[in-house]
């Protein structure tokens, strides 16, 4: 069954509006009709089935059948700090990145990043990229946007790790200190950040300057990956890792 997004002060009592983008697509591109049922989801998660009461050509009402509490947050918020990569990689990063669960993106620029974005255009790629986590997040059923940021220079991405309780930069020039070396030292953290570089890799500098910050420099075995593969790699085990953790 389809998922769209209703916004909270659009739903009065047991009826529901929903207008432009969303009603657009449910009326004309998936074709659904009055007495069809769909499932939403608001802003803050709460998740709901609804069935369509009356439709125009711009909007839709319709009315609630069931509502459900928001999804349980992950044991452990993770945000993902990325080096910008090359084309539409980034639209990748955030689809997987949202159905694995993460809690923020933060695509950033470092010395070895080769997209120059100019301001305009880096606007336009945030606007996208909010689409793009909103679309993944529908299409998995997860009541749950993550949050996606501009693109900040490295050192403001380490800023921002270093609010969270464990972070991690992953370096290919580190050959014996793993993933699984840093989990053995991280427990009883509720938030964790997780730095992956550009295609480039980071710089020598960069590495000590994450240290500096408050990271442990993790790599990730004897093969180069990409940073799409990186990224979510390293997500993937970390989410695992606290699920399977919690009680």
Not at 7 to 34: F, Q
Not at 51 to 62: D, G, N, Q, V, W
Not at 89 to 101: N, P, R
């Amino acid at each position: 069954m389809p998922t769209f997004l209703v916004r909270r002060n659009n739903i009065s009592g047991d009826t529901a509006v929903l207008s432009g983008t969303e009603a657009g697509h449910m009326l004309r591109s998936l074709r659904l009709s009055v007495g069809d049922s769909f499932h939403a989801f608001d802003e803050e998660g709460t998740r709901y089935r609804m069935r369509i009461l009356e439709a125009t050509s711009r909007s839709l009402r319709a009315e609630v059948l069931e509502t459900f509490a928001p999804e349980p947050p992950p044991p452990v918020a993770v945000t993902l700090a990325v080096g910008l990569p090359k084309a539409d990689k980034m639209d990748f990063i955030l689809e997987k990145a949202t159905e694995l669960g993460v809690s923020r993106v933060i695509p950033f620029r470092s010395s070895r990043t080769i997209p120059r974005v100019d301001p305009s255009d880096a606007k336009k790629r945030l606007l996208r990229w909010e689409r793009v986590a909103l679309a993944a997040a529908k299409q998995c059923g997860s009541g749950r946007v993550p949050e996606v940021s501009g693109i900040v220079p490295f050192n403001e991405a380490l800023l921002q790790a270093a609010r969270h309780d464990g972070r991690v930069v992953f370096y290919e020039g580190e050959r014996t200190f793993t993933l699984k070396n840093v989990f053995s030292g991280m427990s009883g953290v509720s938030s964790v950040a997780l730095v992956v570089g550009p295609e480039g890799g980071f710089s020598p500098d960069e590495v000590r300057e994450a240290v500096a910050a408050g990271c442990r420099c993790a790599g990730l075995g004897n093969r180069i990956l990409r940073v799409e593969t990186a990224a979510l790699a390293v997500l993937a085990m970390v989410m695992y890792h606290f699920e399977k953790e919690s009680p």
